[in-house]
């Protein structure tokens, strides 16, 4: 069956770096399109970054372009997000998720499996 085991998470003080790993298993990862999502307490889920098939297309929120990089590694099936000059606001339980199509999104409803998630919190 698919599975999706989000690692990583931790306390960070801001300004620190992180890096989230997603493993997946059960199906092609190579043939697939992943995200990241974020859900921050008391706040709704938030589309955070995509990546193609092949790992040399990416797509990326306002919210964390320039400090945020996904990349992932097919030959190992597993997604990172390299998460750099982290804020406060990026506190959240970080979700990677599979794609239903070869498309880029940040619309949830077209992703159809997802992590439990690994949790994020940036404190001083």
């Known amino acids: 069956q698919v599975q999706l085991v989000e690692s990583g998470g931790g306390l960070v003080q801001p300004g620190g770096s992180l890096r989230l790993s997603c493993a997946a298993s059960?199906?092609?990862?190579?043939?697939?399109?992943m995200s990241w999502v974020r859900r921050a307490p008391g706040k709704g889920p938030e589309w955070v970054s995509a990546i193609n098939t092949g790992g040399g297309s990416t797509r990326y929120a306002d919210s964390v372009k320039g400090r945020f990089t996904i990349s992932r590694d097919n030959a190992k099936n597993i997604m990172y997000l390299q998460m750099n000059n982290l804020k406060p606001e990026d506190t959240a339980l970080y979700y990677c998720g599979r794609a239903r199509e070869k498309e880029f999104s940040n619309a949830l409803i077209d992703y159809d499996y997802w992590g439990q998630g690994t949790q994020v919190t940036v404190s001083s």
């Open positions: 059960g199906f092609t990862f190579s043939s697939y399109y």
